[in-house]
């Protein structure tokens, strides 16, 4: 039988620990959010367990720092209480995966020079913690040759393949606090109150925040809305002696009509409106517009946008922060490259970065959440 080596060179199964050597890079690419560190730790705790002697680069600024050759040799203490700590002690940038073939500003192959970067430094391996568009590059990179894995990062919890992304709960926490002092300055005025939650294309962020804090109304990208069935909505809770109503909508959330005209015509229409109309800055003050003119009703906005990335980890994703890392640190030393580190029915497990590169993870709206939302007496706008 051949021999399986792991990329720390020891024989699996055998039991004498021989020295072993390992170089590998770190990158934190795209929006930040809150975890990004304390997965990092993950990784570093779980490499020094299983390695002799391990290098860990920090590349600076995500993929611009990989294609810059920006970076620094990280020491153990770099990891020490950075547990808690948001943001990314690497920084971070967006790279957008549609521009990564389109040359930079010295006419450079973006890609060929992430590649000279990885072996100038000779890494054995590149960990990526990102969102959708980053996993693409991480998946392309490891289709080059590279030896990648990737790890599920992400407000939005939009990447496919995973049950969760790490950053997630913790936005929920703090969308839902927002709404929480939302309702008590609501409940005083008897207003209706909108609250636009992020979560970029996916309802996910705005769907657990909606229902975390006791909206009324939640309206999301996956269930188009009817601004009718909305003030029915809104009438219906008036009728039932309640003087105010919140709305949580998320950012990317859509009217039917506009559903109807497809993508294209979206992205052209939201192009062309004029700075001060009423469709920017955003679909928060839209639908706040077309219902006090609808029904005279006051309403008031709230966009608690980056807030909601900010600030420390929750515990949850403290601890599914940590657990990723450290099955990370478990793949680089079985040699397992070229996939993401994920969460499925609470076991972290791995998948090919080739499954989840390019698909998004979106709400159903035939889920079994949804439809207990609605159980609940919560409107999604559209029947
Ligand atoms: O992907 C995370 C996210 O916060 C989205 O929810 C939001 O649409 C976007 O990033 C905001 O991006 P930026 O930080 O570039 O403004």
């Given at each position: 039988m051949?021999?399986?080596?792991?990329a720390?060179?020891?024989?699996?199964?055998s039991?004498a620990?021989?020295?072993?050597?390992?170089r590998?890079?770190?990158?934190t690419?795209?929006?930040?959010?809150?975890?990004l560190?304390?997965?990092?730790?993950?990784i570093?705790?779980?490499?020094?367990?299983?390695f002799?002697?391990?290098?860990i680069i920090g590349?600076h600024?995500?993929y611009r720092?990989?294609m810059?050759?920006?970076w620094h040799?990280m020491?153990?203490?770099d990891?020490?209480?950075i547990?808690?700590r948001?943001g990314?002690i690497?920084?971070?940038s967006r790279v957008p995966?549609k521009t990564v073939?389109?040359?930079d500003?010295?006419g450079?192959?973006?890609?060929?020079?992430?590649?000279?970067?990885?072996?100038?430094?000779?890494?054995?391996?590149l960990?990526v913690?990102?969102?959708?568009?980053s996993?693409?590059t991480?998946?392309?990179l490891?289709?080059?040759g590279?030896?990648?894995i990737?790890?599920?990062?992400t407000?939005d919890?939009?990447?496919?393949?995973t049950d969760?992304?790490?950053?997630f709960?913790?936005?929920?926490?703090?969308a839902?606090s927002?709404i929480?002092c939302?309702?008590?300055t609501?409940?005083s005025h008897?207003r209706v109150?909108?609250i636009?939650?992020?979560?970029?294309?996916?309802?996910?962020?705005?769907?657990?925040?909606?229902?975390?804090?006791?909206?009324d109304?939640?309206?999301?990208?996956?269930?188009?809305?009817?601004?009718?069935?909305?003030?029915?909505?809104?009438?219906?809770?008036e009728?039932q002696?309640k003087k105010?109503s919140?709305i949580?909508v998320?950012?990317?959330a859509?009217?039917?009509e506009?559903?109807?005209?497809?993508?294209?015509a979206?992205?052209?229409?939201?192009?062309?409106?004029?700075?001060?109309?009423?469709?920017?800055?955003?679909?928060a003050?839209?639908?706040?517009a077309?219902?006090?003119?609808l029904?005279?009703?006051?309403?008031r906005?709230?966009?608690p946008?980056h807030?909601?990335?900010?600030g420390?980890?929750?515990p949850?994703?403290?601890?599914?922060?940590s657990?990723?890392?450290?099955?990370?640190g478990k793949?680089?030393?079985d040699?397992?490259?070229g996939?993401?580190?994920?969460i499925?029915n609470?076991?972290?497990?791995s998948?090919?970065?080739?499954v989840s590169?390019?698909?998004l993870?979106t709400?159903?709206p035939?889920?079994?959440?949804?439809?207990e939302?609605?159980?609940?007496?919560?409107?999604?706008?559209?029947?």
């Amino acid at each position: 039988m051949a021999e399986n080596k792991t990329a720390a060179g020891k024989t699996k199964g055998s039991q004498a620990r021989r020295p072993s050597k390992i170089r590998v890079g770190f990158l934190t690419s795209g929006g930040d959010c809150q975890a990004l560190n304390a997965t990092m730790r993950g990784i570093a705790k779980a490499l020094y367990e299983l390695f002799d002697s391990v290098e860990i680069i920090g590349i600076h600024d995500g993929y611009r720092g990989l294609m810059h050759g920006d970076w620094h040799l990280m020491q153990r203490d770099d990891f020490s209480g950075i547990l808690t700590r948001g943001g990314t002690i690497l920084g971070t940038s967006r790279v957008p995966f549609k521009t990564v073939r389109v040359p930079d500003e010295n006419g450079g192959d973006k890609i060929e020079l992430m590649k000279a970067t990885y072996r100038k430094l000779k890494l054995d391996c590149l960990c990526v913690l990102g969102g959708n568009g980053s996993q693409k590059t991480a998946n392309l990179l490891s289709q080059e040759g590279l030896n990648i894995i990737g790890l599920p990062k992400t407000i939005d919890n939009d990447l496919y393949g995973t049950d969760l992304t790490f950053g997630f709960q913790s936005a929920v926490d703090i969308a839902s606090s927002v709404i929480d002092c939302i309702h008590t300055t609501a409940a005083s005025h008897g207003r209706v109150f909108i609250i636009e939650i992020m979560g970029h294309k996916v309802g996910w962020l705005t769907l657990y925040a909606g229902m975390a804090a006791g909206a009324d109304i939640i309206l999301i990208p996956e269930i188009p809305y009817d601004i009718n069935v909305v003030i029915d909505a809104l009438k219906k809770r008036e009728a039932q002696g309640k003087k105010f109503s919140i709305i949580a909508v998320a950012e990317g959330a859509v009217s039917k009509e506009k559903a109807a005209l497809g993508k294209r015509a979206q992205k052209q229409a939201a192009e062309s409106a004029p700075e001060n109309s009423a469709v920017r800055p955003s679909v928060a003050y839209e639908i706040g517009a077309r219902i006090q003119e609808l029904t005279g009703q006051e309403v008031r906005v709230t966009v608690p946008g980056h807030m909601q990335r900010g600030g420390a980890p929750c515990p949850e994703d403290r601890v599914l922060a940590s657990r990723l890392g450290a099955r990370a640190g478990k793949l680089i030393y079985d040699g397992q490259f070229g996939r993401m580190v994920v969460i499925q029915n609470n076991e972290i497990t791995s998948i090919p970065l080739s499954v989840s590169a390019g698909k998004l993870k979106t709400v159903d709206p035939n889920s079994s959440i949804v439809e207990e939302a609605r159980l609940l007496g919560l409107s999604f706008g559209d029947r």
